[in-house]
């Protein structure tokens, strides 16, 4: 792996972290809060693919488990893989690998536009749907809520994540364009 890629992948790690910054907003009726992570999750998927944007979610759960309190709410350690989120974050590694992988056919099919956005959204969203799974499995078996309360309260998540899906294409989309035309230009050159 060159030094570029290895940056690209702290970098995506780092701003999962920064979006931890954002305050964790609590819900009273599923022990899970609604945070910002998970935008930087979608982001590094759809922008680096499937094997790099799984690597820098890997990253952020090894940052997590020497105890660093990169969450939301500055919450780090252990502790967190017992948590009633355990099962969102350790869903954020299948999401950026699923994430990335559909954004990579995408981006090999298509050359921009609104067909590359939609391409990029519907990865994102088939990315938020199995972070979804694995939380909701996770409150069922460990939390112990019975399957319809943990789908009924992940259903408070859709909305939000719907919009950072939207966010995660869009920007994907700028950045596929904008370095398909430097390409461009440096063939032309």
């Known amino acids: 792996m060159d030094s570029r890629s290895l940056v690209s992948i ?12 954002i305050p964790p907003i609590m819900l009273g009726f599923i022990p899970v809060p609604i945070h910002a992570q998970s935008l930087g999750v979608l982001l590094a998927g759809v922008v680096l693919g499937a094997r790099k944007g799984t690597l820098s ?32 974050l350790v869903g954020f590694l299948p999401a950026a690998f ?13 050359d921009g536009g609104w067909k590359t956005f939609v391409g990029f959204f519907v990865a994102a969203v088939v990315g938020v749907l199995v972070d979804h799974a694995f939380g909701i499995a996770w409150l069922i078996a460990y939390v112990g809520m ?9 259903l408070a998540f859709v909305p939000g994540d719907l919009l950072k899906a939207a966010v995660a294409a869009y920007a994907g989309l700028l950045i596929y364009v904008n370095l398909g035309n430097r390409l461009r230009a440096a063939k032309a050159a």
């Open 10 to 21: 702290a970098l995506f790690a780092a701003i999962i972290v920064v979006l931890g910054l």
């Open 57 to 88: 979610v890997l990253l952020l759960i090894a940052l997590v488990a020497i105890g660093l309190p990169v969450l939301s709410g500055g919450r780090g350690g252990l502790a967190v893989f017992l948590s009633p989120t355990a099962g969102y």
């Open 146 to 154: 019975s399957p319809s309360a943990a789908i009924l309260g992940d």
């Open 98 to 110: 699923v994430t990335g992988w559909f954004a990579d056919r995408v981006a090999l099919q298509t």
